[in-house]
């Protein structure tokens, strides 16, 4: 064999000791066994936080909504929200919202409902959507012992209390104008109540479950309730930002579910029971 018989065929051997090592680089790692790869675990898809329900509530208004000595949110209103809200798997958050501007809160979406003795009206629907209604209620007259009120045509003349925007205000409005210097507007029915107390209007006109609340735990002051047949029944819903239909309809669901389950009968009576008696149409508000 010649010289370049010799460079050529160790040129061929190191070319395929090249090609051999490359090859073994190239090699996949064995698969393991299926029993192996069974033991591991898909993970889970991480579930969806649960959004918080910002409510807004008026909490002057007993035994709806009221502040208790800690300055917590109590009162049939927050009980009741708070079991539709179990029952439709949400969470919620109260938020102390004068009565003055609430609606505004909605609307702008710094609240995502409002519980707050808020009777369902044809105006207020153009405006806000309603949850069915959750309780019903009625307008009732507060006098001092002495005074000679009998009806609603009576207090045509005198001086009347009422919280501003409430429809206990329409219902004086509608009797003695809405330009009435006689209708004397308060941010609370409680501060209405007061003003009844110091003399300084002749009767207050309210949700009867306020009124009666108010009287029951004031028998010292010598009020008197007053009820008017001309009086209609009026009806309390969850108000949401109109077109939020999802939300109604889970506030909807709820609500049917703890009066299916009796858990609405247990709030009702808990706060109820003593003052059904007093007055035959349950309470009122708005």
């Known amino acids: 064999m010649n010289k370049l018989s ?32 069974s033991d591991a675990k898909p993970a889970e898809p991480a579930k969806p936080a649960v959004k918080e329900l910002v409510v807004g509530t008026d909490a002057a208004y007993a035994p709806f909504e009221s502040e208790n000595e800690n300055k917590e949110i109590v009162g049939f209103d927050i009980d009741v929200v708070k079991a539709i809200a179990e029952k439709a798997g949400v969470q919620v958050k109260f938020v102390n919202t004068p009565w003055e501007g609430i609606f505004k809160t909605l609307d702008q979406g710094d609240r995502d409902l409002l519980v707050s003795a808020i009777t369902i009206t044809d105006e207020r629907k153009q405006s806000m959507d309603f949850s069915e209604p959750y309780f019903e209620a009625k307008q009732l007259i507060a006098v001092s012992s002495n005074s000679k009120v009998q009806k609603l045509e009576d207090l045509k003349k005198l001086k009347v209390g009422v919280q501003t925007g409430t429809t206990g205000d329409e219902v004086v409005q509608k009797l003695q104008g809405k330009t009435s210097p006689n209708i004397k507007r308060f941010e609370s029915t409680p501060l209405a109540l007061k003003e009844l107390e110091a003399g300084g209007v002749d009767a207050v006109v309210a949700d009867n479950g306020v009124v009666i609340n108010y009287v029951k735990n004031n028998s010292d002051k010598g009020f008197r309730m007053v009820e008017d047949a001309t009086f209609a029944k009026e009806f309390y819903g969850l108000a949401v930002k109109k077109g939020n239909a999802e939300l109604v309809a889970k506030l909807n669901e709820g609500l049917k579910k703890i009066k299916e389950d009796g858990t609405y009968d247990k709030i009702y009576a808990q706060y109820f029971a003593e003052t059904k008696a007093a007055a035959p149409a349950e309470a009122a508000k708005q």
């Not at 160790?10 to 090249?18: E, N, P, R, S």
């Open 6 to 37: 010799s460079k050529l065929l160790a040129a061929l051997i190191a070319g395929a000791l090249v090609l051999s090592a490359c090859g073994k680089k190239e090699e996949q790692p064995a698969t393991p066994p299926a029993a192996q790869q």
